[in-house]
C-alpha cells in the first residue's frame, strides 16, 4: 500500500501551458525516493505540492489514505529543506 499517493498532479500558473503535468507516483512507508531531471521540468513544483507550499491545480495527493490538497502545510508533518536560504545571510 502506499504511504504517498500521487495521482494524475497537474499544475498550470497560466492555464496555458503546465509546471507539472499529469505526475503519478506511489511511495511506500520508508521508501527513500528520488526526483531527478533538468532544469525546468517540475521537481521542485511537485516537492511543493507534496508539502503544501503550492496548491494542485487538479489531481489527488494523499498522505497515509488522508487527501493533503486542502491541507495547510504545517498540518501535513512533512519537512522541507529549501535549496536556497531566503531568510538567512
Known sequence: ???LRLRQVVKS????SN???D??????????VTLLGP????KTTTLLM?????????GV???????????KPYERNIGM???NYALFP
Not at 13 to 16: L, V
Open 81 to 83: 529543506v529549501f535549496q
Open 19 to 21: 509546471a507539472v503535468d
Open 1 to 3: 500500500m502506499a504511504y
Open 39 to 42: 532544469s525546468g521540468s517540475g
Open 61 to 71: 495527493i494523499e498522505l497515509d489514505g488522508h487527501d493533503l490538497v486542502r491541507s
Open 50 to 58: 507534496i508539502a503544501g507550499f503550492e496548491t494542485p491545480t487538479s
Open 23 to 32: 505526475v503519478s507516483l506511489d511511495v511506500g512507508r520508508g521508501e527513500f
Open 13 to 16: 500558473y497560466d492555464g496555458r
